[in-house]
């Protein structure tokens, strides 16, 4: 199964090797930065002296934008994949945000 796009065939194996590294880096840091963020955004609405409302509203926008943000990076990250892939894998990712909570 070849998984190199028709532009990669002609580069030097280093040049693939790394491209393949920085790839790997971004699947893995994209989503463990948005993981941070939304455990800060928890933390936040944990131990805030925020009034009522302002809690409220940073939980309301937290959540919707917390759960948007997984489902966006995770379908991205089953898109790039072949298509064989793709089909398999993208049921799990829509209904996998409800598996979460």
């Known amino acids: 199964m070849d998984f190199t796009s028709g532009g990669e065939r002609g580069q030097a194996p280093g040049a693939r090797v790394l491209s393949f590294i920085g790839r790997v880096l971004l ?19 944990r131990d805030s002296d925020a009034p009522r409302g302002v809690i409220a509203l940073v939980a309301i926008i937290w959540g919707v934008g917390g759960v948007a943000l997984l489902y966006w990076i995770f379908n991205n990250l089953v898109e790039r994949l072949p298509d064989e892939w793709t089909a398999r894998l993208q049921p799990f990712v829509f209904v996998g945000r409800l598996w979460l909570f």
């Open 27 to 45: 699947a893995v840091g994209i989503p463990a930065i948005a993981f941070y963020v939304l455990y800060q955004g928890f933390l936040f609405l």
